[in-house]
Each structure stands twice: as structure tokens, then as C-alpha cells.
């Protein structure tokens, strides 16, 4: 018999996660939301040995004719390849990317990407620590970078999420911006590894202000009255002293030198020729009073001090989690979290534990924040226990509905609010692609080995345990009714035929996926 509502631990794990399954919530029962909590805040450096072990087992198909022509040579590739890029340091994605693929096929070129792709699927479907996928999806939007900008990019965000990322969702938030600024894939993404002395660029600068930590509500302009806001604030002069602070940091991309020998690693370096040396007060300091590097550090450590850099970014992960209007005690405990551990190694643990510990407001309804279509993707593979598997497919799969991996073109990252995915398209776009996930060469999952045998023929029974998986709890009479007879349908045509899973998949599992209850988390 199926529940009215969700339980306590149901909605808790739904916020948090990538789509709470049935085994997780009688888990988090059993245990308890903070054990779970404490759990999940604690995870491994890398994947867990399970998930490790499954993504270097797997293998991603390639496939390319030979081709020959004025000098640019190569054979034909057609083999199921493992993937190794993953595991590739930074300097040598790099090379490799410079040295060696750029003369290959397109199908090699992209081949670090498409690893990585398959991987962020793979993982968030399948990694027992959801609360860091949770996040590692947060900090990946907040801190946006788009695969797409230059011919290097996708080989600079492989190491950008493994090194810069990953390492740092539960850690100290000026650290994460450190690296952040120093990464290869943001400093080409927004143009500060190419900032010159006589004209440096206010890409970053501007970025890093309005994005990255203080946010848009506290830019005041060109400030023509020429009051000092920095307290509250910054102005287009702020930006313009914080770019000159910046220049100089760069990357080692060939035409550059260190020690006046050319290097071609895409390592941070700062470099004092590209550094323009007239900054002047920024954020009520003067920078002049510092020289080089320091400049550039001392600017992040102010944005990263600045009060409303704690409102901002702190109220943006209990929005991500909670939806546009989150309780305010949930808000006032993760600012204050903020601000108390901002020189911790963990602050940002200690924010997440305000948030999901302090009060009870996780697991209460009601449940307003909408999937947007990567998510809905993802719990559903989760809550059918599907098997996610490498395809170049991840890589475009949802780029005709803008949730693509890392496929938002602006630094803005993706919206964040229900308006923006509940437009039709989308919800059509999102919903073809439920339907082939249940049967695609990307995914499997077998539904008739799923079903307890003895209800596979009772349409009810079929659909009651499958709405108990994938939503948890009972739906309307009349829509309990309507998925009832969609499973009799399917029964009717498919059943004790090879094609019952794509039948039952296409026809119930993915119209399931499309209700409100599911919808929302």
C-alpha cells in the first residue's frame, strides 16, 4: 500500500541529491538524516572504490575513416576504448591536446571531453556520495565555464573539474576561488590569461565581482557621485583597479615566456610583463601600497571578505536547494555559517551542516524547486536503477534544451529558477528524451527482472510498485487509474516479448517521469 505523502527522509534526500531511491530512504531511516549528513560530508579524495573501479572497466566506442591529404595523414579507428584521459594529469592534457590531437580526427579531438561528459553522468547516477555530485553540480554552474569558447577549452575543463572543482565543494571558499583564478579554463574562458599591461582586460575582474562572489545586487555603476560604497559594494572603478590587479595572471600557453624560455603547459604563472602597474584603490584599499602578484590576491581576499559576498553565495546554495524563496532561518543560519568559518579549511562543510542540521526545514514540505532536464535525466536513471553508460551521446544529448555539460555560453551560468525550465520546449524537449533513456545504447535497465514476478501480469500491482520507485509515494485516483491502464497497454503488446522494457519504458516509465511529483523535488 502505497503512502499519501512523502516521508521526512524522502524529501530531505531528494533536495540534495540526484533523485532519492527507495533503498536510500529506508537507508536514511534506519541510520538517520545526520548520520547520513555526516556521511556525505566525508567522502573520499577520489570516487568511491566501487564507482572507480566501474569508470576504468568501461570502454567508449570510436569510430573514424582514414584520411590522407596534403601531408595530414591518419588511419581508420573503429574499437571500444577504455577510458584514460580521466586519469590525465593537467600539463599532459595539455600537450596532447596541442602536440597531438589537433593533427587526429575531430573524433580524437573531442575524445577528452566526451570521457568527461560520460563521467559526470556516470557519476552523478551512480557515486554514493550525491551530496558532493549535489554540489560539484553547484560550483560547476557558479564558477561557469563554456567548453566552446576556444579549440583548447574542453581540454582545460577535463583537469577544471578533476583538480579545481571537485577538490574543493566542502572546502574553504577563498581556496576554491584561488583556484578558481589560477585554472587554466577560467583564465582562457575569460580572457585574463591573455591580459596585457597597456590594456588589461575587465573580463574577469568584472566576473569575479558580479558572479563569483559579491553579486549583481550590490554593483552601483559608474558611482558619478563619487561616494565611497565599498562597504556595501563596487563600482566600474572598483572592476577597473581589481583588472589592472589582475593582469599578468596567465597561463604558460607558448608565446609566453618564463625566464625567457618559451613553455607550453597550461600552468599558472604570473607573469610581471603582462602586469599593468598603475591599480589604485580598490574596495575602499589601495593596491598601489602592494606590488606584482600580491595585488591580484589581495583583491580576492577583499571580494571573498566583503559581507555581501556571504549573503550572496551562501544564499545561493540554500536557493539551489531549497527553491527562489527559501525558509529565512535556513538563510540567516548558512550567512552566519559563512561568515564564522570564513577562514576554516571546511567552511564550506560547516555552511551545508547549517543548512541541512540546524533546523528541520529540509525535510518539510512543501516541494517547490523544479528539475531542470540534466537532473531529471539522472534521477530517473537513479530511481529505475539504471545502468549509465559511456557514449559521445552525453555530450550533446541536451544541448537543444541549454543543459548540455558545460554547454551555457555565458559566465552567468544556467538559470536557476523553475520559470526558466517549465517553458514547453523544454518540457517536450526533456521528455523525448526520458522516453529513449529507458531503451538507449547509453543506458540499461531491465524492468521485467525488476518487477516482482508475482504482479508482472496484475496492471495495478505493476504500477503501484513502480510509482512507489520512481515517485515514493500515491498519486491522484484518477492518475493512478491512467497508469494502471497504460502498464495493461503494454502488457497487452509486449509482455513475454524482447521488447517489454522498451515498451514498458517509453510508454509508462517516462509519462511517469513527466508528473509534478516528480518534476519537483
Not at 568584472?206 to 565599498?230: I, P, Q
Not at 602592494?290 to 556571504?310: E, I
Not at 527482472?449 to 491522484?476: D, F, H, K, M
Amino acid at each position: 500500500m502505497l503512502a499519501d505523502k512523502p516521508t521526512y527522509e524522502q524529501i530531505a534526500l531528494n533536495r540534495v541529491t540526484f533523485g532519492a531511491r527507495d533503498l536510500d530512504i529506508q537507508s536514511v531511516q534506519r541510520t538517520g538524516w545526520q548520520a547520513w549528513v555526516e556521511e556525505q560530508l566525508a567522502p573520499p579524495a577520489g570516487d568511491d572504490p566501487a564507482l572507480d573501479q566501474y569508470l576504468r572497466s568501461v570502454k567508449l566506442h570510436i569510430e573514424y575513416p582514414a584520411y590522407d591529404y596534403q601531408g595530414i595523414k591518419w588511419d581508420a579507428v573503429k574499437e571500444e576504448r577504455p577510458l584514460q584521459y580521466l586519469w590525465t594529469s593537467a600539463a599532459e592534457m595539455w600537450r596532447i591536446g596541442h602536440e597531438v590531437l589537433f593533427r587526429n580526427a575531430w573524433q580524437e579531438q573531442i575524445r577528452p571531453f566526451d570521457e568527461l561528459c560520460s563521467a559526470v553522468f556516470i557519476r552523478n547516477t551512480h557515486s554514493r556520495f550525491q551530496l558532493r555530485e549535489f554540489m560539484a553540480d553547484f560550483w560547476h554552474n557558479h564558477f561557469s565555464v563554456y567548453q566552446n569558447k576556444t579549440y583548447d577549452m574542453r581540454d582545460t575543463i577535463l583537469a577544471y573539474d578533476r583538480d579545481v572543482i571537485r577538490p574543493n565543494v566542502f572546502g574553504n571558499f577563498r581556496q576554491m576561488l584561488d583556484a578558481v583564478a589560477k585554472s587554466a579554463a577560467m583564465l582562457k574562458y575569460l580572457d585574463n590569461a591573455d591580459s596585457n599591461a597597456n590594456l588589461p582586460n575587465e573580463n574577469y575582474a568584472r566576473e569575479l565581482m558580479e558572479l563569483h562572489t559579491m553579486g549583481r545586487a550590490v554593483y552601483f555603476g559608474k558611482n558619478s557621485g563619487g561616494a565611497d560604497v565599498s562597504a556595501t559594494g563596487f563600482t566600474d572603478d572598483d572592476v577597473i583597479q581589481a583588472s589592472r590587479a589582475l593582469s599578468g595572471w596567465t597561463i604558460k600557453q607558448g608565446w609566453t615566456s618564463v625566464n625567457g624560455v618559451p613553455e607550453n603547459t597550461g600552468a599558472f604563472f604570473f607573469n610581471p610583463a603582462q602586469h599593468n602597474i598603475q591599480a589604485g584603490r580598490c574596495l575602499g584599499f589601495d593596491l598601489a601600497t602592494l606590488t606584482g602578484q600580491d595585488q591580484g590576491s589581495k583583491v580576492l581576499d577583499m571580494v571573498v571578505a566583503h559581507p555581501a559576498t556571504a549573503l550572496f553565495v551562501s544564499g545561493k546554495i540554500c536557493r539551489h536547494i531549497f527553491g527562489e524563496n527559501p525558509p529565512q532561518a535556513v538563510l540567516d543560519r548558512a550567512a552566519a555559517a559563512w561568515t564564522l568559518n570564513r577562514n576554516a579549511p571546511d567552511q564550506i562543510k560547516q555552511v551545508l551542516r547549517a543548512i541541512l542540521l540546524g533546523g528541520q526545514e529540509i525535510g518539510i514540505g512543501p516541494q517547490v524547486k523544479v528539475r531542470r532536464p540534466h537532473e531529471r535525466m539522472i534521477a530517473l536513471a537513479r530511481v529505475i536503477d539504471a545502468k549509465v553508460l559511456p557514449s559521445e551521446l552525453w555530450r550533446y544529448l541536451l544541448t537543444s534544451i541549454a543543459d548540455s555539460p558545460f554547454g551555457w555560453p555565458t559566465p552567468d551560468g544556467r538559470p536557476d529558477t523553475n520559470d526558466f525550465w517549465l517553458n514547453p520546449s523544454t518540457n517536450v524537449g526533456i521528455w523525448n528524451q526520458l522516453q529513449y533513456m529507458t531503451y538507449a545504447d547509453y543506458s540499461k535497465v531491465d524492468f521485467m527482472a525488476q518487477t516482482p514476478t508475482g504482479i508482472l501480469r496484475n496492471a495495478t500491482a505493476t504500477a503501484e510498485y513502480w510509482v512507489g520507485r520512481t515517485i515514493g509515494y500515491s498519486l491522484s485516483g484518477e492518475a493512478m487509474g491512467l497508469l494502471a491502464s497504460t502498464v495493461a497497454d503494454v502488457n497487452a503488446g509486449y509482455f513475454d516479448s524482447p521488447y517489454y522494457n522498451s515498451g514498458f519504458g517509453s510508454k509508462f516509465i517516462s509519462v511517469l517521469a513527466t508528473a509534478p511529483e516528480f518534476v519537483y523535488r
